[in-house]
């Protein structure tokens, strides 16, 4: 069965107005979602190995980039394209071009990042080069699928020039993964540092974030539903967040401080413009704040943390504490920005898609809102940005003990996570099966 998230009647769990295409089988975007949780779960335990590490501010250590890799690649990555190709249609008004291709894009993705994260682990240059391979087949089935059909949209143009935005980093985050791998082999050079920090800003601010703002612009109103959503921010975000990041990222790779000062100060102004809209929409909710709504609001305090971090970066710095700062800052970006909005969205979508396609008839005059334990979910969110703050904050200060108790914080809060979305499907199954049984 399809699942279409703007169907008027089905439409409480999540509020998108009618689209006049539908999304592609469920069991597409539901094996994308599975395998970012399962990626989730090993990164959850992969950062408690590493948290000594990372409070020592050794974040080119290659177990802790092969971590770092399955939360970018795994988590996030898997995540933003399987959430793609469910909202394509509510959002714009076009069904992707291939399912086919979507999940080849799925099986491509999956055995990169395994063979990328293993290269990594093992600091093994030919086993990420033929990761890198994989990946680059998963991106390019993404792509194909999606990005034409935006010339097709009936409506969120705006939307879909962020969704294309976000694609175009990634495709220059990947080269400069390629060009670091083929620096691993010998075949040339290229400044590490300055190469990594430019990989780091064009993927986790230029396609994850991108794509966040221009999806969330649409999904936020509907879920708190504002009594004013202005657009016109939109107009000037995005094109000063692909200024800051080209410049930023020039200047990383020249060596020219002029450009990675001005690129940032670019990066740092979209953001606070960012910051500020959703602060908008926040504040002029007309409904209460569920877990969902405070995961993402947990986010993006972890966006203005890591933007707050990142401009005290600026200042040249150098040794230890300087690396440690560094690390904080990626963790703030990455954990305490994108993986909690990611929870986030998917305590609201999960719920309602499991109710829909698994409930059959059971899922009429039923809302899905209820199948998630509230209480349990406040505790997870307390537990899972609990950890993620601890373990910044412990790696400013060097303590690997802190860190470990932070990542394991962490850890604790994601199986929790785990265990909630177990449980929703096999009361959504078993309530399948009674209703059948009684007719």
């Known amino acids: 069965m399809t699942t279409d998230l703007a169907s008027p009647a089905r439409a409480r769990g999540l509020p998108l107005r009618p689209a006049p295409a539908h999304p592609p089988p469920f069991a597409l975007t539901a094996a994308h979602f599975l395998t970012a949780l399962l990626w989730l779960g090993a990164a959850a335990?992969?950062?408690?190995?590493?948290?000594?590490?990372?409070?020592?501010?050794?974040?080119?250590?290659?177990?802790?980039?092969?971590?770092?890799?399955c939360v970018t690649l795994g988590v996030i990555t898997t995540t933003i394209f399987g959430a793609l190709y469910q909202m394509l249609p509510p959002l714009l008004g076009v069904t992707v071009r291939s399912v086919r291709a979507a999940a080849l894009e799925l099986g491509f993705?999956?055995?990169?990042?395994?063979?990328?994260?293993?290269?990594?682990?093992?600091?093994?240059?030919?086993?990420?080069?033929?990761?890198?391979?994989?990946?680059?087949?998963a991106i390019g089935c993404a792509s194909w699928t999606l990005l034409p059909q935006r010339r097709r949209a009936t409506?969120?143009?705006?939307?879909?020039?962020?969704?294309?935005?976000?694609?175009?980093?990634?495709?220059?985050?990947?080269l400069l993964a390629g060009a670091r791998?083929?620096?691993?082999?010998?075949?040339w050079h290229v400044d590490r540092l300055g190469a990594i920090a430019a990989h780091f800003?064009?993927?986790?601010?230029?396609?994850?974030?991108?794509?966040?703002?221009?999806?969330?612009?649409?999904?936020?109103?509907?879920?708190?539903?504002?009594?004013?959503?202005?657009?016109?921010?939109?107009?000037?975000?995005?094109p000063v967040a692909g200024a800051g990041l080209l410049v930023f990222a020039a200047g990383e790779l020249a060596g020219s401080r002029a450009?990675?000062?001005s690129g940032a100060a670019l990066l740092a102004l979209a953001m606070a413009g960012y910051l500020?809209?959703?602060?908008?929409?926040?504040?002029?909710?007309?409904?209460?704040?569920?877990?969902?709504l405070g995961f993402m609001a947990a986010a993006f305090v972890g966006l203005a943390a890591s933007v707050a971090i990142g401009l005290a970066l600026l200042q040249a710095g150098a040794g230890a504490a300087f690396a440690r700062a560094v690390t904080a800052y990626a963790?703030?970006?990455?954990?305490?920005?994108?993986?909690?909005?990611?929870?986030?969205v998917y305590y609201r979508v999960i719920p309602f898609l499991v109710w829909i396609n698994l409930g059959g008839a059971s899922a009429a005059g039923r809302d899905p809102a209820g199948l998630m334990p509230r209480r349990a979910a406040w505790v997870s969110l307390a537990v899972i940005a609990g950890g993620v703050w601890l373990l910044a904050a412990a790696i400013r200060a060097g303590s690997a003990t802190a860190a470990q108790a932070g990542a394991g914080a962490f850890a604790i809060g994601v199986l929790g996570v785990i265990v909630q979305y177990v449980r929703l499907v096999v009361i959504v199954r078993r309530t399948a099966r009674g209703r059948a049984a009684e007719r």
């Open 109 to 137: 993705l999956v055995a990169g990042t395994l063979v990328l994260v293993t290269g990594l682990w093992h600091a093994r240059p030919a086993w990420q080069g033929a990761g890198w391979l994989l990946v680059a087949g």
């Open 276 to 292: 500020a809209l959703a602060a908008t929409w926040f504040r002029r909710r007309t409904r209460p704040l569920d877990p969902a």
């Open 181 to 187: 791998i083929g620096e691993g082999l010998g075949w």
């Open 331 to 344: 963790v703030m970006a990455v954990l305490g920005w994108l993986v909690l909005l990611i929870l986030g």
């Open 155 to 174: 409506q969120g143009k705006l939307t879909g020039l962020y969704i294309s935005a976000g694609h175009s980093a990634l495709g220059l985050a990947f």
């Open 45 to 69: 335990l992969g950062l408690i190995v590493v948290a000594p590490l990372l409070a020592r501010g050794a974040f080119l250590d290659p177990h802790v980039l092969a971590v770092v890799h």
């Open 259 to 261: 450009a990675t000062v």
């Open 201 to 238: 800003h064009l993927a986790a601010l230029g396609f994850a974030t991108l794509t966040a703002v221009g999806v969330s612009s649409r999904l936020l109103p509907m879920f708190l539903a504002p009594d004013d959503a202005p657009e016109w921010p939109l107009r000037w975000i995005g």
